[in-house]
């Protein structure tokens, strides 16, 4: 099984993904689509997340994004949908059980460092270092889908995702860096370093940062975590600074 996914500027250019990835015969509780705002007909339900809760929250998060979707019954696409808010991006609308799930995990991400509770929500297949980016793009109002889809469909499941419009994710990574990288430079630069001599090893501190693992904690509680995480590469000043920028950045997004 592979999981698929799509980020889309417009609901329905994902409502037609959808769609389609249903005429491959993939199953609708396979297939899971979110999208910023509420609709009508949709239970409404705040995902109860703080940087407080203790590491059950996960589970806890998972039930209440299930009862909502199983109060919902919505007709949209055929699949059940229920209206949330996440904490750090707001209302959403999740249709169906795998957009359940992300939202699960998105809503961990955004409240707490959740360390393996964030596998139990979505499991391996969307690579946890990239959350972040979904949270990204649910906030500028584009939409998701998410599919898990079996071997033998997932190269027409990926044409499908591609030809409805799908951005691509590492499109999506480098113009999130742009739209922050002249305010990182100048940060940077105020003690005189030198950015574009560190910006690589900067960047990947500053993602680390926003790994749902380590949300909310400081470089010296993670140093251990990093130093295996990132073997072979060296945790330098650039990189602790970019850390520490990253911490700073995903609290100002909650």
């Given at each position: 099984?592979?999981?698929?996914?799509?980020?889309?500027?417009a609901?329905a250019?994902a409502?037609?993904?959808?769609?389609?990835?249903?005429s491959?015969g993939i199953?609708?509780?396979?297939i899971?689509?979110i999208?910023p705002?509420?609709?009508?007909?949709?239970a409404?339900?705040?995902?109860?997340?703080?940087?407080?809760?203790d590491s059950?929250?996960?589970?806890?998060?998972?039930a209440?994004?299930?009862?909502?979707?199983?109060?919902a019954?919505?007709?949209?696409?055929?699949?059940?949908?229920?209206s949330?808010?996440?904490?750090?991006v707001?209302?959403?609308?999740a249709?169906?059980?795998?957009?359940?799930?992300?939202?699960?995990t998105l809503g961990?991400?955004?409240?707490?460092a959740?360390?393996?509770?964030v596998?139990e929500?979505?499991?391996?297949?969307?690579?946890h270092?990239?959350?972040?980016l979904?949270?990204?793009?649910?906030?500028h109002?584009?939409?998701?889908v998410?599919a898990?889809v079996?071997d033998?469909?997932a190269d027409k499941?990926r044409?499908?995702?591609?030809?409805a419009?799908?951005?691509?994710i590492?499109s999506?990574?480098e113009?999130?860096w742009a739209?922050?990288?002249?305010d990182?430079r100048?940060y940077?630069?105020?003690d005189?370093?030198?950015?574009?001599?560190?910006?690589?090893?900067?960047r990947?501190?500053f993602?680390?940062a926003?790994?749902?693992?380590?949300?909310?904690?400081?470089?010296a509680d993670?140093?251990?975590?990093?130093?295996?995480?990132?073997?072979?590469i060296?945790l330098?000043s650039g990189f602790?600074?970019g850390?520490?920028?990253?911490?700073?950045?995903q609290g100002?997004s909650?």
């Amino acid at each position: 099984m592979e999981v698929i996914t799509g980020v889309f500027e417009a609901r329905a250019d994902a409502e037609r993904a959808v769609n389609q990835l249903r005429s491959l015969g993939i199953p609708q509780e396979e297939i899971g689509l979110i999208a910023p705002g509420y609709s009508s007909g949709t239970a409404e339900r705040a995902v109860p997340v703080t940087d407080t809760e203790d590491s059950g929250m996960g589970k806890a998060m998972g039930a209440a994004v299930g009862g909502a979707m199983g109060a919902a019954g919505g007709a949209t696409l055929g699949l059940a949908a229920a209206s949330l808010a996440i904490p750090g991006v707001g209302p959403v609308i999740a249709f169906g059980m795998i957009g359940a799930a992300l939202v699960g995990t998105l809503g961990a991400a955004a409240g707490a460092a959740l360390g393996d509770q964030v596998e139990e929500q979505l499991g391996e297949g969307v690579p946890h270092e990239d959350i972040f980016l979904y949270e990204e793009a649910l906030r500028h109002g584009r939409s998701l889908v998410i599919a898990n889809v079996d071997d033998d469909r997932a190269d027409k499941a990926r044409d499908v995702i591609d030809n409805a419009g799908a951005g691509d994710i590492d499109s999506l990574r480098e113009a999130w860096w742009a739209e922050l990288r002249d305010d990182e430079r100048n940060y940077y630069h105020r003690d005189g370093r030198d950015f574009d001599n560190d910006e690589e090893t900067y960047r990947r501190g500053f993602q680390a940062a926003l790994h749902p693992r380590r949300r909310g904690k400081g470089y010296a509680d993670v140093e251990d975590e990093l130093r295996t995480s990132y073997s072979g590469i060296a945790l330098d000043s650039g990189f602790r600074e970019g850390y520490e920028r990253g911490l700073a950045y995903q609290g100002r997004s909650k």
